[in-house]
Structure formats: C-alpha cells, structure tokens
C-alpha cells in the first residue's frame, strides 16, 4: 500500500518560517516525481513545487520562487519544502504529491498525502 504521509505544518507568524516534510512508502518512487500541491476552502488545488526523483531540475509556482526550496532525499524516499518569508496569503492545507508529471497543467498525480494545514496569522 503506497502512503505519503506529511508533517511540519502549523501556525506561524508572517515572515516566519516552516519546514515541511513527506515520507513516502509503499513502493519504489525511482522515476516520479515528488512535490506539493494547497488547498485553501473554496478553491482549486494548485500547484507549489515538484522535484524529479534525481533531484533536478525544480519547479515552483511564482508567487513561493526565492521564498520555498523544495529537496529530496532518496535513501529515505523523503520530500521536503523549506518555506521562508511566509505570509498570510501561504495559509492553506499543503498536500504532497507523487507522479509521472505533477508540474504540468493539468498534473498527472499518482498518489497524494493526506494533508497538513499552514496556517500564518499574527
């Protein structure tokens, strides 16, 4: 049973910083990609930043480029995404991500976590 399982969401203040993290299991990710999709209630999931299972090249949405660096670990089949300078509008639920193409419009996902809320407020 493949799981991805998510941890290091939480409260923050803006310009705070969070780092989350993504263990992955079940199967070999050799060849997929990892990343990290929000969620906030009322709208779309949208894409944050994906990695190949090489560790390059990296993707980001515009609004986290220079803020969020997303990285791997393949001995531990772990996905992280350091996020800086947070701000208010970062709030959301952040889903990580498992596919042949999960930085292409539309995504092809695979597998997602479960979820973990972000959430910067003063």
């Known amino acids: 049973q493949v799981q991805l399982v998510e941890s290091g969401g939480g409260l923050v203040q803006p310009g705070g910083s969070l780092r989350l993290s993504c263990a992955a299991s079940?199967?070999?990710?050799?060849?997929?990609?990892m990343g990290w999709f929000r969620q906030v209630p009322g709208k779309e999931r949208e894409f944050v930043a994906a990695v190949t299972w090489t560790g390059s090249p990296t993707y980001y949405r515009g609004s986290v480029k220079g803020r969020f660096t997303i990285s791997s670990d393949n001995a531990k089949n772990t996905v992280y995404l350091q996020m800086n300078s947070l701000k208010p509008e970062d709030t959301a639920v952040y889903y990580c991500?498992?596919?042949?193409?999960?930085?292409?419009?539309?995504?092809?996902?695979?597998?997602w976590g479960q979820g973990t809320q972000v959430t910067v407020s003063s």
């Open positions: 991500a498992s596919g042949p193409n999960i930085a292409r419009t539309p995504p092809q996902v695979d597998y």
């Open positions: 079940g199967r070999t990710f050799r060849g997929l990609a």
